[in-house]
């Protein structure tokens, strides 16, 4: 998708169950190689580029001409970063500031101080929020954390 934040994604709440859609498509790629069977890494983007930095994974920032990214991975983090957004209403980090060298730390204690989540809701957050791609939790794997079981419906989520 590439740009997952709040003003694209809509909730329908349903009387059996709820649902969230994720609406606008524009930046959105084919990222799936069908012959290498491998994911399409794209070019990192300027830091200048306009967008919904504070929702965007570091990695995405970078040298377009020498540097890649794996989109599915950086989706992973601009999920975890709206949920961050939805329960604290600021961002997992300074954006102005990506290139730190304790930005898993900060995020860290961000999703610690976070009163209104559960012990297994920071959790999942802080697996989400990972800066090194690599550590990252992948995205199929979010919908099996006891967050996500657990949950019966929206407002349990918290």
Not at 30 to 45: K, Q
Not at 92 to 98: A, E, K, L, Q, W
């Amino acid at each position: 998708h590439r740009d997952i934040q709040p003003h694209n994604i809509v909730f329908r709440p349903a009387q059996k169950d709820n649902f969230l859609k994720i609406t606008n498509f524009r930046k959105s790629i084919i990222y799936w190689n069908v012959i290498e069977n491998d994911v399409i890494y794209v070019p990192c983007e300027s830091r200048e580029q306009q967008g919904s930095r504070n929702y965007q994974a570091p990695e995405i920032y970078g040298d377009p001409n020498n540097e890649e990214f794996d989109p599915i991975i950086a989706d992973t983090w601009s999920y975890g970063a709206v949920i961050y957004y939805m329960v604290s209403k600021q961002y997992p980090y300074n954006v102005d500031d990506i290139r730190s060298d304790d930005l898993d730390k900060e995020i860290a204690d961000n999703v610690d101080k976070l009163t209104i989540l559960s012990t297994n809701g920071k959790d999942l957050l802080k697996a989400i929020l990972k800066v090194n791609a690599t550590e990252r939790m992948p995205i199929g794997f979010i919908e099996k954390s006891s967050w996500f079981i657990d949950a019966k419906r929206v407002s349990d989520f918290c």
